[in-house]
């Protein structure tokens, strides 16, 4: 027993084992995003206002360079197909917020290298609702854009 | 454990486009069974996308996304033969990964 720890302990202590676990991301797999945790206090917030201070963007700028692709009337608001294209260079992470339903955020999504702003998702809506998407860029800037879906089956609770 | 999730990355010219569904409840806490009990939330709340061994995305994810959730990405640079790994958690601390590779 006692000689497996000394080995152990040597492995680690002795030549950098541990230092190179971490290079190679074995210990933290996926520290190219700046948020890790799930956003308790954005995807709790009951309101817009509340989701977007959450996120760090109290006042996003509208832009047309987003794309939102949302259908005009969704039968079933339990399954609302939702694009977004953001075309403003640099985009690093996208959220996409349904205005009335109880919790606003319904997703958020960040991209490194290689990853478009563009996404897919489906989604719940309570209700008829504007459905706003944020895009924030890599030098932290915000810009949003919202479309207003009518629905006519709500899709929350039952 | 939850079902393996469907993973499509099909490839345009340097930019791979995948698509996912995800085999989960979602169910967001407010939703009634036949008996009339509200059934617990449970969904999923992070999610990671890897292609060839480098993260490229990080989603999260709240009650609002439907059952069964199906996501679309566009990653750029990708080349054939690309593993994708897809690798979810949700609030009640259960975890799945799976792969595909770009095609």
Request: proline share 5%; net charge positive; glycine share 10%.
């Amino acid at each position: 027993m006692d000689m497996i720890r000394r080995t152990v302990l040597k492995g680690i202590g002795a030549s950098g084992v541990l230092s190179a676990a971490l290079a190679a991301g074995v210990l933290k797999p996926t520290q190219v995003f700046a948020a890790e945790e799930w956003n308790k206090a954005a995807f709790e917030a009951k309101d817009l206002g509340a989701a977007l201070k959450a996120i760090g963007a109290a006042a996003p700028a509208e832009s047309k360079d987003i794309v939102l692709g949302a259908p005009e009337i969704a039968e079933n608001g339990a399954v609302v197909p939702i694009t977004v294209t953001s075309n403003i260079p640099n985009t690093a992470y996208i959220a996409l917020f349904a205005l009335k339903n109880p919790l606003p955020l319904t997703c958020s999504f960040d991209f490194a290298e290689g990853a478009q702003g563009d996404i897919q998702v489906r989604i719940r809506l309570a209700e008829t609702t504007a459905v706003r998407a944020v895009v924030k860029t890599a030098d932290g800037k915000f810009f949003s854009t919202q479309k207003e879906v009518k629905v006519t089956v709500g899709g929350c609770g039952g | 454990m939850a079902d393996p999730m469907k993973i499509r990355a099909s490839l345009k010219g340097d930019v791979a486009d995948i698509r996912v569904l995800v085999s989960h409840p979602m169910e967001n806490g407010q939703r009634k069974d036949n008996a009339g009990n509200t059934v617990p939330a449970h969904y999923i709340q992070t999610m990671t996308v890897e292609i060839g061994g480098k993260p490229v995305i990080q989603g999260q994810v709240g009650t609002a996304v439907s059952r069964n959730p199906v996501f679309g990405f566009k990653v750029k640079g990708a080349k054939a033969g690309d593993k994708v790994v897809i690798k979810w958690r949700d609030n009640k601390g259960e975890t799945r990964s799976d792969e595909a590779a770009v095609a």
